[in-house]
């Protein structure tokens, strides 16, 4: 247990792993360029300098395993219901918490980490940690730019008259690219939630997010064997 007790912001790292997959089966410990794939996200949570303690939650033995096995602690095993293919993650994070609130250990912030984007860096976590902090925010999140062609300005939904409405709720649209303001979307590989925000709310980003921009070329969300194989391409052209 790394709990760094001089550090006013105790932070507690929670990689949730499931046995069950649909697009990749058993994906969280399948090798991916050598090593499983959950092996990315331990690596590089244990590697931050960040966050207090680093734990696995999953309902799998065979994952658990490897987890112990890749240097991570596997202090209880999730619960059946709160591993099925509809599971959110919300509840997975308050199952985490509450259990290990119920053993004296209280943290002031939670950071999510899915195994399913391996490319992370050690220092993404620690940035959004320190963004969170000095922007005093309910969450941090890691985001990549949203392209002009799908940019708010310019996209419409379509209302049961069939009528376009931008989604901006605006009129018209911006006129040129250039006068577009920069747009973002959740990267999905880094989360930052304050603690109250999280169990007392119940939310995981509550009502002021900030965004750690990361790098198209160099991110990837697991979700589909194409989605594995620009992993495989992108983790082999990273490699000295």
Not at 82 to 101: G, N
Not at 174 to 188: I, M, T, Y
């Amino acid at each position: 247990m790394r709990i760094q007790r001089d550090d006013p912001l105790l932070i507690l790292g929670v990689i949730p792993a499931r046995g069950g997959s649909k697009g990749v089966p058993r994906k969280n410990i399948r090798l991916l360029a050598g090593k499983p794939l959950l092996q990315y996200t331990v690596e590089a949570a244990l590697a931050a300098t960040r966050l207090s303690r680093v734990i696995l939650s999953t309902e799998d033995e065979e994952i658990a395993e490897v987890g112990r096995a890749c240097g991570v602690e596997v202090p209880f095993m999730r619960p059946a219901e709160l591993a099925l293919d509809d599971t959110p993650t919300l509840p997975v994070l308050l199952h985490a918490v509450r259990t290990l609130e119920a053993r004296g250990e209280h943290y002031a912030a939670i950071c999510l980490l899915q195994p399913t984007t391996p490319l992370r860096r050690p220092q993404d976590i620690d940035q959004c940690v320190d963004l969170l902090v000095a922007a005093d925010a309910d969450c941090a999140v890691t985001v990549l730019p949203v392209p002009p062609e799908c940019n708010p300005h310019w996209v419409y939904f379509q209302g049961p008259d069939g009528a376009l409405r931008l989604s901006t709720g605006e009129a018209t649209p911006v006129p040129r690219r250039q006068s577009l303001p920069p747009a973002f979307r959740r990267e999905g590989s880094v989360y930052v939630t304050r603690r109250g925000v999280l169990m007392d709310q119940g939310s995981l980003y509550g009502s002021k997010v900030v965004g750690h921009i990361l790098d198209p070329e160099t991110s990837v969300n697991i979700d589909t064997p194409a989605d594995w194989e620009r992993a495989e391409t992108l983790i082999r052209s990273l490699q000295p």
